[in-house]
């Protein structure tokens, strides 16, 4: 069956560190995948594109890796703030469901301590 | 300039009536999606327009869910004979033609069905 998966446990980090989210997928062939920020009560917000031939994307703080051979992106966001704190949401456009559809994981939340 | 919005914000019906749900999304953009966020879940697709093009309804969970798109603009999602499974925030995103596949969202309807 085909499965994008984000860790379902909040991510607890401090301010300062690096975090890393982790999106797997199984069975997909991707054409690009997606990043998005959600605060609570809001729509998703666009953070980051990756297409399936590229191997890194920054913007900022931010750095997206995308591997698939391992089937999984990692997203990274360094010297994280408080502010930084969110659900983070992975977003797949697949050639083989459609690659202007996105199919999202289910979000990981990050919590970024003072 | 305005963002993708969506009205009414929350709504709170009861089991058996039918509901409307506006999208007005950012002007210029051609295609547009809805998807339903159930708690905790991820975002689920149901529908996408693209231009003049027949409308993809692949994730329309049932033939009580329908939607059009008037104009090339403004998007109604019609859930007929609500059910408490229903319940749902139910997000619009629109996004411009060509090679960009960022998704812009709006804020969301709440949907409680009681």
């Known amino acids: 069956s085909q499965k994008i998966e984000q860790n379902s446990e909040a991510l607890n980090i401090q301010e300062g560190k690096t975090a890393t989210l982790t999106c797997n997928y199984t069975?997909?062939?991707?054409?690009?995948l997606q990043w998005y920020r959600q605060d609570p009560g809001r729509g998703p917000v666009f953070l980051l594109l990756?297409?399936?031939?590229?191997k890194e994307k920054r913007k900022e703080r931010l750095k997206v890796t995308f591997d698939t051979t391992l089937k999984q992106s990692l997203f990274h966001i360094t010297a994280s703030q408080p502010a930084d704190s969110a659900t983070y949401l992975c977003?797949?456009?697949?050639?083989?469901?459609?690659?202007?559809?996105?199919?999202f994981g289910t979000g990981t939340r990050l919590l970024v301590s003072p | 300039g305005a963002g993708v919005s969506q009205s009414p914000s929350n709504k709170v019906t009861e089991k058996g009536k039918d509901v409307e749900l506006r999208c007005d999304p950012i002007?210029?953009?051609?295609?547009l999606y809805w998807y339903r966020q159930s708690l905790g879940q991820g975002l689920e697709f149901l529908i996408y327009?693209?231009?003049?093009?027949?409308?993809?309804k692949s994730g329309l969970p049932s033939d009580r869910f329908s939607a059009e798109r008037t104009g090339g603009s403004v998007s109604t999602l019609t859930i007929q004979r609500t059910q408490q499974e229903d319940s749902a925030v139910y997000l619009c995103?629109?996004?411009?033609?060509?090679?960009?596949?960022?998704?812009?969202f709006g804020p969301g309807t709440r949907l409680t069905v009681t």
């Open positions: 327009f693209q231009g003049n093009s027949a409308p993809d």
């Open positions: 990756i297409r399936e031939n590229e």
């Open positions: 069975n997909y062939s991707p054409a690009y």
């Open positions: 002007s210029g953009h051609t295609a």
């Open positions: 995103a629109s996004r411009i033609a060509g090679g960009s596949y960022e998704q812009y």
């Open positions: 977003a797949l456009g697949a050639l083989n469901t459609g690659f202007q559809k996105l199919v």
